[in-house]
């Protein structure tokens, strides 16, 4: 299939256009930044520099592109500090995940495109009671942070609006798997604290896991939603201690849920300390997906060995200059 990859030179971008390719699949990939292009063109698609804001540049570029499938992986968080407010650090991926999603849809339309994927996001988002772990059937959270309002809503539309014009939806765990993953520097500045009892769940996928899977959705019909995550959901708790040790860091701090409230805000009270995870039972079972990194016990060690601390020399051992 000719595709039209849109978020090319993204963390999950880089990892999908081999795997297209691998696939038998022509690839089309966008970029925002024009810098990017040639990095893009080296993993073997043909770049387009598009700002998916621009209506009609998305119309022009799809069109001309002629593609038979789309996917939408363009995020806005490669820059973004993290702060109290989950709203103004996502607004720019909010504004891609609706205004963009929507003029993407409208070319897809005009154009005849047959297949639209879209990435949308697992982790967090379900239901904060009963079970731990949750599948597509299970409510949303009706009653999200406060700071992370439009930023839910966001993503509601976003899962709304695709399988509503027929495609599908990727409701990604966390990604991990990739030397600048977001929470390396947090954790090792011991910036990245246990938060009350740990006991949210936090679903993740390795980046090259997520890519399988979207490789795999493109061959299917919509409309449907997928929970791309891997088969371990864990409590902050359990998962924290494995990450801080392949990292070869030092102990994260404990903090008291109402001075995380304070500092960081409700989302990531809410994420530390209620969120529920997802199951990947029905992707496994209708995508015919397997995982190469099934559980974080053993992708984080593998991912982070690399870029572990070096070991301080143990007493008695020779220290090398
Ligand atoms: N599920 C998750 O956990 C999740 C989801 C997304 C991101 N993240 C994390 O966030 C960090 C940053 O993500 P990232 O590396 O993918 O970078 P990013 O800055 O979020 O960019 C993703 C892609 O979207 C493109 N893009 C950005 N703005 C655009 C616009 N206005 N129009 C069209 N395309 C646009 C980027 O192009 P340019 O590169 O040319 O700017 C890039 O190809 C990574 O650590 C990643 O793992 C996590």
Not at 196 to 218: C, K, M, N, R, Y
Request: cysteine-free.
């Amino acid at each position: 299939m000719r595709v039209f990859l849109v978020g090319a030179s993204g963390a999950i971008g880089t990892r999908l256009v081999p795997q297209l390719i691998e696939h038998g699949h022509e690839v089309v990939g966008t970029v925002r930044s024009p810098g990017n292009a040639e990095r893009v063109r080296a993993l073997g698609a043909e770049p387009v520099v598009l700002d998916l804001l621009d209506r009609r540049a998305v119309r022009k570029a799809v069109l001309e592109a002629q593609p038979e499938a789309i996917v939408h992986e363009a995020t806005a968080l490669a820059d973004a500090t993290w702060g109290r407010n989950f709203d103004n650090v996502f607004a720019g991926t909010n504004a891609l995940r609706t205004n963009g999603t929507d003029a993407l849809l409208a070319a897809a339309r005009e154009a005849g495109v047959r297949r639209f994927v879209a990435q949308s996001f697992a982790s967090y988002r379900y239901v904060r009671e009963g079970g731990p772990v949750k599948t597509e059937d299970d409510p949303l959270d009706p009653t999200p942070p406060a700071n992370a309002g439009q930023s839910w809503a966001a993503m509601a539309d976003l899962d709304r609006t695709v399988t509503e014009a027929g495609g599908i939806i990727l409701r990604y765990g966390v990604f991990y798997g990739a030397d600048n993953d977001g929470l390396i520097e947090p954790v090792r500045k011991r910036q990245y604290p246990h938060v009350g009892d740990g006991g949210g769940i936090t679903s993740w996928i390795h980046l090259e896991d997520a890519a399988a899977a979207t490789v795999l959705a493109l061959e299917q019909d919509g409309p449907a939603i997928y929970n791309v995550v891997d088969d371990e959901p864990a409590p902050v708790r359990e998962w924290l201690p494995v990450f801080v040790q392949a990292l070869g860091a030092k102990p994260p701090r404990h903090v008291p849920t109402w001075l995380a409230r304070l500092f960081a805000g409700e989302a990531a009270v809410v994420m530390s300390t209620e969120a529920r995870g997802a199951s990947n039972a029905k992707a496994k079972r209708e995508l015919g997906w397997t995982l190469r990194y099934p559980s974080w016990r053993q992708g984080f060690p593998e991912v982070y060995a690399r870029s572990a601390a070096p070991a301080a020399p143990r007493i008695g051992e020779p220290t090398r200059t």
